[in-house]
């Protein structure tokens, strides 16, 4: 029997600007990854965003990353342990807020962008992310990328942690994720995208931008929800999935 999370990033829009269609993709998701307001995402989003994961019954966890709305958090920063850790202390404490406030409990931390990127090498910017989630509660658990050394940081600090796998991100030989900048980072194409979701749940294989065929394990698929087609992709998941026999349901 296959069994799979199925994530979205979402609340990130921000004041007046609307990104993404939380309002429809949290109907198919099980766990929403939320903006904590740096990277994208204010107060009245992330309430918004919460109240609905418990109106749909989906798990919530905090999206946190770089003080940078205009670049989306996806530009890097040169920062000292210390600020990767009080950084991600005060995104989670925002969002554990809002959580509190619907009588939720906070599930995971999910690092974004550029700052998720550079776990997936940088065992000490890992190291930093992971003591601040075992400081404030050692009973939240680690999304990372399949492959990253955040996942073995998690690990070893006793922390639960979960393999996350993109549904619409392409691959480098390495595991990590095809930078933006690049040509077919991001995948657009519906029946690829569905092809390569099924094959990672059940064969635990991925072809890289190279064309490598790899290795990967997934406990968590993430469809990021400000994709053009993140709403389409999401509701042909759970179509072809429950014909395949793939089981989507919240990590235990």
Not at 142 to 163: D, R
């Amino acid at each position: 029997m296959y069994t799979i999370d199925l994530n979205s990033d979402m609340g990130e829009s921000f004041g007046a600007y609307t990104i993404g269609g939380d309002e429809e993709i949290i109907k198919y998701v099980t766990t929403a990854n939320v903006a904590c307001g740096w990277h994208a995402g204010d107060p009245m989003v992330m309430d918004k965003v919460v109240g609905m994961a418990k109106e749909h019954n989906v798990r919530v966890g905090a999206h946190p990353g770089y003080p940078d709305l205009l670049g989306f958090g996806r530009r890097k920063m040169v920062l000292s342990f210390l600020e990767v850790k009080n950084y991600i202390k005060y995104q989670i404490g925002a969002l554990q807020a809002f959580t509190a406030s619907y009588g939720m409990k906070l599930q995971h931390v999910a690092p974004h962008g550029a700052l998720g990127n550079l776990c997936q090498y940088d065992r000490e910017v890992s190291r930093a992310i992971c003591e601040a989630v075992y400081e404030v509660d050692p009973g939240l658990m680690i999304y990372y990328c399949a492959g990253a050394v955040l996942g073995e940081e998690a690990q070893q600090m006793g922390l639960k942690a979960a393999a996350e796998i993109f549904a619409d991100r392409a691959y480098m030989d390495d595991l990590s994720l095809v930078p933006r900048k690049m040509e077919g980072a991001m995948i657009t194409d519906e029946v690829l995208v569905i092809e390569r979701c099924v094959r990672m749940i059940k064969e635990g294989k991925v072809t890289s931008i190279t064309g490598r065929e790899l290795t990967i394990q997934g406990d968590t698929l993430c469809v990021h929800g400000d994709g053009p087609k993140a709403i389409a992709f999401v509701k042909r998941i759970r179509e072809v999935f429950q014909y395949e026999g793939i089981t989507i349901k919240n990590i235990e």
